[in-house]
């Protein structure tokens, strides 16, 4: 199908003809007496290949068929070449000499006489397979060439539109007739080259039927002003042409006040277009922000009324994590379904957990849910996904979630509220929140940015260990933890002491500090400042990154040592043995009880791992409680390690949420490459324990806790069971 023929040239092909395409392609042109059935063939008489050989058959409105060869010459010599049109005894000679030229290819005598289709599949093989096998895209006597090309099947073609642009990213848009359902290749042609646009364009019935929508994207540096584009699918072929216009619209612009608003344009332009570039993602984020789509529940409360409402729809690189509620006294619905863009309806498995309206709602009985869709990339971009839901009686209802969080921070927070502690069972954890987690922390990991450094002072020379202390939001233990540290001589003199800032807006009153506690204590301080908040392993692997010492001493900001001597101490116990890979002290509650005689693993009463510290609460000078030992583990509260130790293990681990359990992940870690755990029972420091994390509220609040100590089981299992089998049976006569 064509839309319209353009004027032939009289130009028939009885006899071969040799035509010059560019300075190193040609075509080879001819119509034989008959129809050609079988593959054609054409060979150099020499012997000689080309760097590329193609050729089409096509039809004639008389019935024959005209075969057209391309071939790349390279080599100015003289060719002989010898055609063969599929039959005995059918052939011709052809006798070419670079020399003398060939005649420039002529497009409108290439069309004449062809069928529709013929011109259809000739326009698509130039413009589609031979551009890329001969590199022609950027040939500027080609692309001439393929411009006439296209006015020869189409004298008049309708204007279709670039409507919007981010960056090189422009979006073009037309009307195409109703059966265009499948476009198989789309192909800008303009003032920088040939270019196809990018797959899975949008293409779907318009005005009820009576058009298709055609919008598609294309990536060029300059406006496709004066261009052509050209598509194609079993139907045949349509040419548009773009006509300069006035200043590219943004995608925001574009679509708030021109574009033709159907929701599965805007599920397909975030999908396809969010993920080209940092631009195009940002594009459609404040797309979605300026025009949020107005929430949708279903239903309306009441004793016997059936209601539903999505409430969280959080999307990430491998699907989309769903939590909300619904009141189904009736048994009205059947199910919930996802749309995903280009994709059947995604049937969403439902973990369902009892709840109740606040008062003011009516107080009713609901069943919550969560649940997680594995739809992959497809919806990462969208802040704002489409649901159905399926009622008994066969017919669906839409579902619109209110807009999501875009920021990688607030979304991981949103994602640890949708299940409350009680009910984030391990079941709920693997099914539905593991893998959003994981992508969720991954998205928050790679917006932390990059730290900065401030230094306080002069730095201390080759030091034997650093001390990485990180920071957030609480500052009342510095002053005597640095008075501490100053009255410690060897300290003084062989440590260097790297603070590390975690909640960054902070930073000049925490400078300030820094400044008055170095002349207050004399000693020298760094100060590693994130550039966004980064949690306790990120930040503690900044300062890692950035110490000069053999060891590293993790200090929470919390903990203050009882007297001097401790580090040496600690040190002296990886010094004398390198079999050591850790070692860690006896940490105090203010009360003088204790809060850490090494770390070992328990079973929770669903028989599930976590940490646990020897003898917590027992009075300090509990006798076994001062017995030094290999342990477990010890606590990141006061962990002292080489720091070729620590690199090897690769720091902290990072995808435990905001901040726990990376110790004893560390700790097996060090296991793993046949290291040992210390525990020294002599050296005493004060732990003021948790006061930081009590002030993140998507800890306290959320279930991260409960993730952070599945992911350690799924991740450690065996090596926990072989080290309390071991260390653990050894310790059983310890109470604790």
Known sequence: MLETLGTYAESP??????????PEVYLVAWDPAHTVNAPPQLEEASGRKFSALASVRLALLDGRSRIVWALGVKEQTPLQLKLTAGTVGSGADVIFNPEKGAAAA???????????NACAVLVTTILNTWSGMFRLSRSRSFLGFSKKLLHSVNDTPPVGECVACVGETRIVETLLNSECADVSSAVLIGGDGIRRLDPEPFNAIYKRGKNRLFVGTVSCTKPPSKSFLMLSGPWGLAIRRIEAGAEPRSLGTWWAAYARKLPELRDHLITRFGGKSAETRAAVRDLQLAEPMPARRHGALGETAAFCAVETALTVESGVLAGGWMRDPGRSYAGLDLLVPGLEPQSLELHTFDGVLPESQGGYAIRKFVAFA?????????????????????????????????????????????????HATDEVISQC??????????????????????????RVKSPTVSIVVPLYKVYEFIKPQLAAFAADKWLAENAEIIFVLDSPEQATHVEDLMIGFHLLYGLPLRLVVMEQNGGYALACNAGAARAQGRYLAMINSDVVPTESGWLEQLCACLMMDEQVGAVGAKLLYADNAIQHAGLKFIHDEKKRWFNHHYFKGFPRNYAQASLSREV??????????????????????????????????????????????????????????????????????GVASQYNRWLQQLRWEQEIMDVMSSIGARDGVLAG
């Open 13 to 22: 092909f009885d006899a071969p003809q040799f035509l010059q395409l560019t």
């Open 433 to 458: 929140l593991a893998q959003p987690f994981a992508d969720l922390q991954d998205q928050f990991r790679n917006q932390v940015g990059s730290p900065s450094e401030i230094s306080i002072g002069t």
């Open 106 to 116: 002529d497009p409108f005598a290439l069309t004449n006489g062809l069928t529709q």
């Open 632 to 701: 477990p583990g010890v606590t990141g509260a006061c962990l002292v390690i080489s720091r070729s130790d620590f690199e090897q293990a690769g720091g902290y681990t990072t995808d435990f949420i905001i901040g726990d359990y990376e110790d004893s992940d560390l700790c097996l870690k060090l296991r793993a490459s046949n290291k040992k755990i210390y525990y020294l029972g002599d050296v005493e420091l004060y732990h003021f324990e948790r006061i930081s994390i009590k002030k993140n509220g998507d800890y306290t609040r």
């Open 374 to 422: 594995p739809a992959g990339a497809k919806m990462q971009h969208h802040i704002q996904p489409r649901f159905e839901l399926r009622l008994a009686s066969g017919e669906r209802a839409p579902l619109v979630p209110p807009p999501q969080p875009s920021d990688a921070a607030d979304s991981r927070a949103s994602a640890l509220g949708v299940v409350p502690p009680r």
